[in-house]
């Protein structure tokens, strides 16, 4: 079916006011992972759809870019586990990517707050034990579904995937799912936090975060 040009949407009228909050200097803390959990705590207190989800921002080793939406599952303030801590196939583009360029950049898209979060930072792969820990307490389905599925691989349609769910199904039947050999994890220490409020007339507040040989150096940017 052709679709019908009269029915488009015009993307250049397309605008919202912004205005609700606003983000100044004599309000942020010292620390941005002190604003980051207050930001995400009013995220999920307001029901923002899945707060925790954050676009990946990878380069491959040809250079190309790439992202994608992924779920955060744990953070980590100080000390030798600091960062946002996420799982994946390690066989899928972005583990390859991030073993080529560790250096990648995260989002947190709170639209509904007219808000959101970048983050710059280097990524590290997780040990067995917190990757362990963590496979095991996802659902049952997930854990079918990670044996089941050759991440970011060419398939030859959806009844090869069903069919791989149907045999790792079987395969552990009667028996607790095990993590698969190609599925871990990863932690993103971050270099820098900009936190973005939107504001009428699109001057939005930007305050970044930048770790300084002293600590974290609070910047505001232009918008």
């Known amino acids: 079916m052709t679709p019908d040009p009269r029915h488009r949407t015009d993307l250049a ?3 919202r006011e912004y205005g609700e909050r606003g983000l100044n200097e004599q309000d942020a803390p010292t620390d941005p992972w002190a604003l980051w959990q207050h930001w995400f705590d009013e995220a999920a207190a307001a029901g923002v759809h899945e707060p925790n989800a954050m676009v990946v921002a990878t380069v491959d080793a040809d250079g190309t870019p790439s992202a994608r939406m992924v779920l955060l599952k744990g953070v980590a303030a100080d000390g030798p586990e600091e960062g946002f801590t996420f799982f994946t196939n390690t066989g899928s583009r972005k583990a390859a990517a991030l073993g080529a360029e560790p250096r990648c950049a995260l989002l947190f898209p709170w639209h509904p707050l007219e808000r959101q979060v970048r983050v710059e930072g280097t990524a590290s792969a997780l040990g067995e034990e917190p990757v362990a820990a963590y496979f095991a307490s996802r659902p ?15 398939v030859g349609g959806r009844a090869e995937l069903d069919r791989r769910y149907r045999e790792a199904e079987e395969r552990f039947a009667d028996a607790e799912v095990p993590v698969p050999p190609g599925w871990g994890g990863y932690r993103v220490r971050p270099v820098s936090f900009e936190f973005w409020q939107g504001r009428p007339g699109r001057m939005h507040d930007r305050l970044r975060y930048a770790r300084g040989p002293g600590g974290w150096e609070l910047t505001r940017l232009a918008p």
Do not use: F, N, Y
């Not at 049952?140 to 060419?154: K, T, Y």
């Open 13 to 15: 009228a397309l605008r």
């Open 140 to 154: 049952r389905g997930a854990q079918i579904g990670a044996w089941a599925s050759p991440q970011s691989q060419v």
